[in-house]
């Protein structure tokens, strides 16, 4: 319909243009093509007015015809793409955890077109990055966002500084950063989460970045949902089995669990690890501090043991407990070796972490190799959690110490 009007528009011009030119050529010859009696003079001059407002109308008007900046709307809404296959990743997820958000940006990523897609948590001054795919620019690792007085800064790295990435509006629009210190460009999406938390959704690229192509606002609402669905299914259960923080079980429940995975190894004549954790310099931080670095133990715990596996809170702050099903020693010492290399990258966004001297120590012993019993597994396993005190070494297994 619409290419019907401006072709009948064009067309009216035209036949405007042909009255013009024969009324001029009739005056000029002085031969009139009509009676005089029909006042050509005030004719030409209406058609003259006419033709010069449709032939100018553009200029007149102001800016675009109304017909054209529809059109151009309509397409820059067609050219959006929709998040359909966001809901696949969750329709199809056999467990509601923290593998999820991954699967989830994984997604994210294809559908924006960009390199790179990272999630943050920001409490109080800490950054703390809970998931990402792709691989980050080089300069954006090691940074850290902040909110500062409503607004979102960037610290980088080392002696370089600090930028501030935009502010934040009333409706969490996203914000478009280009950095005038180092080459890095983004679009932040703010995401307001429970319980008064700050997120933010990061999309980069290495070269050449562009705001995703995508409804950022329904973006925003399905990761807020999404990081509330998955905090809500890790705290589910009865709260008097669970820390708070750390959404491990409490120590209270690990007697009656390890006594239980220990008669089941027996039964079914398979192994079993004992890992004991202490955080050497915990008791020394501040308690803001040491809920973070807790937290991060509990990360590292959740993210390099399998789902079979049970972790909890030790006796005494920052020590803690896991008990790996159906595995030897030599593989619980990889385990432990991966649960401190997590721990460590979990840390690097802490800035008191570098004024402070902390460090994880594991001790481990395995069933039936050095106890067959479950006081004198956890006892093994402590000591070779002393030992490795003793000797300032990450890791000692029980069967290393007696070899």
Same mark, same amino acid.
């Given at each position: 319909?619409?290419?019907?009007?401006?072709?009948?528009?064009?067309?009216?011009?035209?036949?405007?243009?042909?009255? +013009?030119?024969?009324?001029?050529?009739?005056?000029? !010859?002085?031969?009139?093509?009509?009676? +005089?009696?029909?006042?050509?003079?005030?004719?030409?001059?209406?058609?003259?007015?006419?033709?010069?407002?449709?032939?100018?109308?553009?200029?007149?008007?102001?800016?675009?015809?109304?017909? @054209?900046?529809?059109?151009?709307?309509?397409?820059?809404?067609?050219?959006?793409?929709?998040?359909?296959?966001?809901?696949?990743?969750?329709?199809?997820?056999?467990?509601?955890?923290?593998?999820?958000?991954?699967?989830?940006?994984?997604?994210?990523?294809?559908?924006?077109?960009?390199?790179?897609?990272?999630?943050?948590?920001?409490?109080?001054?800490?950054?703390?990055?809970?998931?990402?795919?792709?691989?980050?620019?080089?300069?954006?690792?090691?940074?850290?966002?902040?909110?500062?007085?409503?607004?979102?800064? +960037?610290?980088?790295?080392?002696?370089?500084?600090?930028?501030?990435?935009?502010?934040?509006?009333?409706?969490?629009?996203?914000?478009?950063?280009?950095?005038?210190?180092?080459?890095?460009?983004? @679009?932040?999406?703010?995401?307001?989460?429970?319980?008064?938390?700050?997120?933010?959704c990061v999309f980069s690229s290495r070269e050449a970045h562009k705001t995703p192509p995508i409804p950022l606002a329904s973006?925003?609402?399905?990761?807020?949902?999404?990081?509330?669905?998955?905090?809500?299914?890790? !705290?589910?259960?009865?709260?008097?089995?669970?820390?708070?923080?750390?959404?491990?079980?409490?120590?209270?429940?690990?007697?009656?669990?390890?006594?239980?995975?220990?008669?089941?190894?027996?039964?079914?004549?398979?192994?079993?690890?004992?890992?004991?954790?202490?955080?050497?310099?915990?008791?020394?931080?501040?308690?803001?501090?040491? =809920? =973070?670095?807790?937290?991060?133990?509990?990360?590292?715990?959740? =993210?390099?043991?399998?789902?079979?596996?049970?972790?909890?809170?030790?006796?005494?702050?920052?020590?803690?407990?896991?008990?790996?099903?159906?595995?030897?020693?030599?593989?619980?010492?990889?385990?432990?070796?991966?649960?401190?290399?997590?721990?460590?990258?979990?840390?690097?966004?802490?800035?008191?972490i570098k004024s402070s001297d902390l460090k994880m120590f594991i001790g481990s012993a395995a069933y039936p190799a050095d106890?067959?019993?479950?006081?004198?597994?956890?006892?093994?396993?402590?000591?070779?959690?002393?030992?490795?005190?003793?000797?300032? +070494?990450?890791?000692?297994?029980?069967?290393?110490?007696? =070899?």
């Open positions: 319909m619409k290419d019907r009007k401006r072709i009948n528009l064009n067309s009216y011009l035209f036949a405007n243009l042909v009255i +013009v030119s024969v009324l001029l050529i009739g005056l000029w !010859n002085r031969k009139p093509v009509w009676d +005089v009696s029909l006042r050509f003079p005030n004719l030409l001059l209406i058609l003259v007015l006419i033709n010069t407002v449709l032939i100018f109308r553009e200029v007149i008007l102001g800016g675009k015809p109304v017909q @054209t900046r529809a059109r151009q709307h309509k397409q820059s809404r067609q050219k959006l793409r929709n998040l359909n296959e966001l809901r696949a990743v969750l329709r199809n997820s056999p467990h509601i955890d923290e593998n999820l958000i991954n699967r989830a940006l994984l997604r994210l990523r294809e559908i924006s077109g960009s390199d790179a897609v990272a999630l943050y948590i920001l409490e109080n001054t800490q950054c703390r990055q809970i998931a990402s795919a792709g691989e980050l620019p080089a300069a954006l690792n090691g940074s850290r966002f902040l909110n500062r007085e409503n607004s979102i800064f +960037v610290k980088f790295p080392g002696s370089l500084g600090e930028e501030e990435v935009g502010k934040i509006s009333a409706g969490n629009r996203a914000i478009t950063f280009k950095s005038s210190l180092i080459r890095l460009e983004l @679009t932040a999406l703010p995401l307001t989460l429970h319980e008064n938390r700050f997120g933010l973006t925003a609402l399905f990761l807020e949902t999404l990081l509330a669905l998955v905090d809500n299914a890790g !705290n589910s259960g009865d709260g008097r089995y669970k820390d708070k923080s750390t959404g491990l079980f409490l120590f209270e429940c690990f007697a009656d669990s390890f006594e239980t995975e220990v008669e089941r190894s027996e039964r079914y004549k398979q192994e079993m690890s004992m890992l004991t954790i202490s955080i050497k310099g915990f008791t020394q931080l501040e308690s803001s501090n040491a =809920q =973070q670095v807790a937290k991060s133990a509990a990360a590292a715990l959740k =993210q390099s043991l399998r789902r079979l596996d049970l972790m909890f809170c030790g006796k005494h702050d920052g020590e803690f407990l896991a008990i790996l099903t159906e595995t030897g020693a030599e593989v619980a010492e990889i385990v432990a070796k991966r649960v401190q290399k997590t721990f460590a990258k979990q840390n690097e966004k802490f800035d008191f106890a067959t019993h479950g006081d004198g597994l956890l006892e093994k396993s402590r000591e070779s959690l002393n030992q490795a005190i003793n000797e300032n +070494v990450e890791f000692k297994s029980y069967g290393a110490i007696n =070899q």
